[in-house]
């Protein structure tokens, strides 16, 4: 049975920064397409960022420049390194994986996704 942890949420100042983790288990996710989406209050989830199991990563306009994808093989985890934080990134934030790969305009896509995890509250004080 396939399970995503993501964990690293929390409060943080404007400006400031945070990693979030995703831990997969019951799959490997070198062979997968890992995404992270958002949920503001109010509003639909919405796309982050992907990493796919070619190595390639992108993002959301809205992130770009200032959030970073990056997995880890060995722990079986992906990461979202936040930098620059605005108190319009604070949002309950998902991982999301579909096994192998995904094309780059499918990637935003919620059903597009097998599983996701419980979430993790960022919240970006002013």
């Known amino acids: 049975q396939v399970q995503l942890v993501e964990s690293g949420g929390g409060l943080v100042q404007a400006g400031g920064s945070l990693r979030l983790s995703c831990v997969a288990s019951g799959l490997i996710i070198s062979s997968s397409t890992m995404s992270w989406f958002r949920q503001a209050p109010g509003k639909e989830r919405a796309f982050v960022g992907t990493t796919r199991s070619t190595g390639d990563t992108f993002y959301a306009d809205s992130v770009k420049g200032r959030f970073t994808i990056f997995r880890d093989s060995a722990k079986n985890t992906v990461y979202l390194e936040m930098k620059s934080l605005k108190p319009t990134d604070t949002a309950v934030y998902y991982c999301?994986?579909?096994?192998?790969?995904?094309?780059?305009?499918?990637?935003?896509?919620?059903?597009?996704?097998?599983?996701w995890g419980q979430g993790t509250q960022v919240t970006v004080s002013s």
């Open positions: 999301a994986v579909k096994g192998g790969w995904l094309p780059a305009s499918a990637a935003p896509a919620l059903n597009m996704y097998d599983w």
